[in-house]
């Protein structure tokens, strides 16, 4: 035996179900069992499609989600997630949880450029480079013996200090080099003709017809039929519950549909007091914002979000292309929009901060600028309030505003709703809402969830007071996911499946677990691990899987009872993970947060597996890569 294999890792503890020395999964004898009542789908509504009786049997089966034993000696320590200030904050900044913290500043960076001992520029090696311009750096050195320098002013509002820019040395007599060329302009604006067709004037709920998902068809505008708040008050994160009229969407060839485990594509609007900002900051008059116009564009697939790659000549209105074509907040700052800002600059010394940015002396300020905290274009407007380019040559340099996906928390062939003798068809799906500091003070919503929550609000407070929803025609623009969605799978056979899954990653198994139970015959079986903050503040569809959730899904709290993790939970069940994914077809679904949670997942899947299969750390990631290409174990994180 291999020193490997002598030294083996133990990780689960032993209890009534978890047995770390026995890599043979068996059951334990003195709990109850599973017993599956099979009924037909159609004589069954959505809220009881198939029953489920459960009774003590002595027939083998397969395992049960049990109860767990708390671990006494195990203790946590609760998380708290940091709050930073969005202006002049104690400590430094907070950085994007996709990036890595490799400098603290240009000191650091020059560390990390500079290769040769007395060089001052040095490419980047090994992906470094935080990526957006030129990935070099020239120290930039103060000049003592001179006396005519004329000292950088910093401009003085709440936005430029929100930045953080340590700009070290530099002056308005700082020599820059290897300055981003200014970005070429592929956007033209001139008069609509007069027998052209007029474009929607003024905000529109749905966005216009040529940004579109999935040629040759258009944006489908679905009607909200209804909306609630999942989680409680003072839970913290908010997540809606959606229910989209797509009764007449559009036959698409393939015979393709909504599926269990499919998504949406919702394609989201800037919020129209964002929108105005960036006009009112740009310089914008009120009177041709919503006027028609031509655009004409040199190449490329903007405005539409798939389209073909070509030239383009088309009628908008300023108001269409800034809400529904490109996105204000998402991305982190390129040399290119700096440097279109620091052409349009008039103030001296905000123009010298901007070329700085662009420069190879700036570089380690600029690293630090993009992989800070979310930075809009109206925070950069606001710090830089001389500049106002032209909206033309702004649109050239920003991002397309691209679709949300959401995956669907019900099986989409179930749900009808009775009008008169019409079913109408109804798709589920819940929505988090994503936020993050802004430069006020405030809080930051994401584009698509924000605009769902304004969603939700309206029809919310609709129903609060007497008033019938239909009445407001709330409309969210989306379209079938074309995304090849792990989830969405249609599989041949139906063996026992574990779904694993923490916050908002729930919804999907809903429909996993209502799918099951519509198409059940006695030999399925399906489990569902839950991971919450606190069950009484934020636990998802509790009470709505058409299930006795007691008896296959269990849920466990961070930050109340024990105080312990999905991840944590994933271990202590080691037999039942260990069981479905050696059974005929068995399956272990993980969906949830990448960062924590599926890492976290990932880890205790491998975990078990070297305890339960006597197996060394890479054989046990060689196991699930394998279960992972004959899709036994199938994640979707983000």
Not at 426 to 440: D, G, K, Q, S
Not at 444 to 467: M, Q
Not at 570 to 596: E, H, M, P, T, Y
Request: proline fraction near 8%; charge should be negative; hydrophobic fraction near 35%.
């Amino acid at each position: 035996m291999s020193a490997a294999k002598s030294e083996q890792h133990v990780c689960c503890p032993t209890t009534l179900v978890s047995h770390p020395n026995d890599p043979i999964p068996k059951e334990p004898p003195l709990l109850p069992r599973v017993q599956t009542s099979c009924i037909d789908a159609s004589q069954s509504s959505v809220s009881s499609a198939t029953s489920l009786n459960y009774a003590d049997t002595s027939e083998p089966q397969s395992p049960l989600t049990p109860a767990t034993e708390p671990e006494a000696e195990d203790s946590r320590e609760k998380r708290e997630d940091e709050r930073t200030a969005a202006i002049e904050p104690s400590g430094p900044r907070r950085r994007r949880a996709s990036t890595k913290l490799i400098s603290q500043g240009p000191d650091d960076v020059r560390k990390i450029l500079v290769g040769k001992a007395g060089a001052n520029t040095e490419l980047v090696g090994g992906g470094v480079c935080c990526g957006g311009g030129c990935c070099s750096l020239d120290a930039l050195v103060e000049d003592l013996k001179s006396k005519s320098i004329s000292p950088i002013i910093i401009p003085d509002n709440d936005a430029f200090r929100s930045l953080r820019l340590k700009l070290g040395p530099l002056s308005l007599d700082s020599e820059l080099t290897k300055i981003v060329e200014l970005p070429l302009e592929n956007v033209s604006f001139s008069p609509a003709s007069q027998s052209t067709p007029a474009a929607n004037s003024s905000f529109s709920p749905n966005p216009p017809k040529f940004v579109t998902p999935h040629p040759p068809h258009e944006v489908y505008s679905s009607k909200v039929h209804h909306s609630r708040e999942l989680t409680k008050p003072n839970a913290e994160k908010r997540t809606y519950h959606f229910e989209l009229d797509v009764t007449d969407y559009p036959d698409e060839s393939g015979d393709v549909d909504f599926i269990v485990g499919g998504a949406v594509g919702v394609c989201a609007p800037n919020s129209e007091d964002l929108v105005e900002e960036v006009f009112d900051l740009l310089g914008v008059p009120e009177f041709v914002r919503g006027k028609p116009i031509t655009l004409k564009t040199g190449g490329g697939r903007w405005p539409t979000i798939w389209g073909d790659e070509m030239s383009r000549e088309l009628t908008t209105t300023r108001r269409e292309l800034l809400t529904w074509c490109s996105d204000l907040q998402s991305y982190p700052p390129t040399k290119q929009l700096l440097r279109l800002l620091a052409e349009y600059a008039d103030a001296p010394n905000e123009k010298k901060i901007l070329l700085y940015l662009c420069s190879a002396q700036g570089q380690a300020a600029f690293c630090d600028l993009r992989t800070g905290p979310h930075i809009t274009i109206a925070q950069l407007l606001h710090a830089f309030p001389s500049s106002k380019p032209p909206l033309a040559q702004l649109l050239s340099v920003l991002d397309t505003l691209m679709p949300r996906f959401y995956s669907l928390s019900q099986d989409p062939q179930i749900s009808c709703l009775r009008d008169g003798t019409q079913c109408r068809r109804l798709i589920e799906m819940a929505v988090t809402v994503h936020e993050t500091p802004n430069w006020r003070g405030g809080p930051r919503t994401g584009v698509g969830s924000g605009f769902l929550e304004r969603t939700a609000k309206k029809l919310i407070e609709a129903e609060k007071n007497g008033i019938n929803p239909a009445d407001l025609d709330l409309r969210v623009p989306m379209f079938r996911g074309l995304m090849a969605n792990p989830l969405a799978r249609q599989f041949v056979t139906d063996g026992p499946m574990l779904l694993i899954g923490a916050g908002v990653g729930i919804a999907p198994f809903r429909g996993f677990v209502q799918n099951r139970l519509k198409s059940a015959n006695c030999a399925n079986k399906v489990w569902v691990l839950q991971g919450v903050r606190d069950s009484l503040l934020d636990e998802l569809y509790s009470g709505e899987w058409g299930i006795d959730e007691e008896k296959v899904k269990k849920v466990v709290q961070s930050r109340a009872g024990e105080g312990i993790y999905v991840q944590d939970e994933v271990r202590r069940q080691s037999d039942l993970v260990w069981f479905v994914i050696n059974a005929l077809d068995g399956r272990v679904f993980v969906c949830g947060s990448s960062k924590g949670m599926g890492e976290g997942v990932e880890k205790a899947l491998v975990d078990v597996v070297m305890d339960k299969g006597k197996l060394n750390m890479e054989e046990a990631e060689a196991f699930w890569k394998g279960k992972k290409e004959a899709q036994q174990y199938i994640a979707e994180t983000w």
